[in-house]
Nanobody
Framework: QVQLVESGGGLVQAGGSLRLSCAAS????????MGWFRQAPGKEREFVAA????????YYADSVKGRFTISRDNAKNTVYLQMNSLKPEDTAVYYC???????????????????WGQGTQITVSS
């Protein structure tokens, strides 16, 4: 069993920055890929960013490319999402997820992730 706990959410003005953290426990963290997804009210959960087990490969949704950066610290069992130049349309609940079989062809698919955190709310005011 894997437990994922997100933190760092909150309210920020447009143009501001936030850093989300996701602490993992229960499985060797360094052996799994990690992803961030988000879900706005009335919308489906959408892919934001993912990172391979080694950190050597990263993937981003077009909507956040150049503004968000995903990283991981395997010694701390933590994955991060640095969010800059935030926009009101970034408002959503953000979830981290882990997956053992995530590849370059599946990183954007929620169903391919095994475990999920409880989510943290990000609200960007205009």
């Amino acid at each position: 069993q894997v437990q994922l706990v997100e933190s760092g959410g909150g309210l920020v003005q447009a143009g501001g920055s936030l850093r989300l953290s996701c602490a993992a426990s229960g499985r060797p963290f360094s052996s799994v890929a990690m992803g961030w997804f988000r879900q706005a009210p009335g919308k489906e959960r959408e892919f934001v960013a993912a990172i391979s087990w080694s950190g050597g490969s990263t993937y981003y949704a077009d909507s956040v490319k150049g503004r968000f950066t995903i990283s991981r610290d395997n010694a701390k069992n933590t994955v991060y999402l640095q969010m800059n130049s935030l926009k009101p349309e970034d408002t959503a609940v953000y979830y981290c997820a882990s997956g053992r079989r995530i590849s370059s062809g599946t990183y954007y698919r929620p169903l391919d992730y095994d475990y999920w955190g409880q989510g943290t709310q990000i609200t960007v005011s205009s």
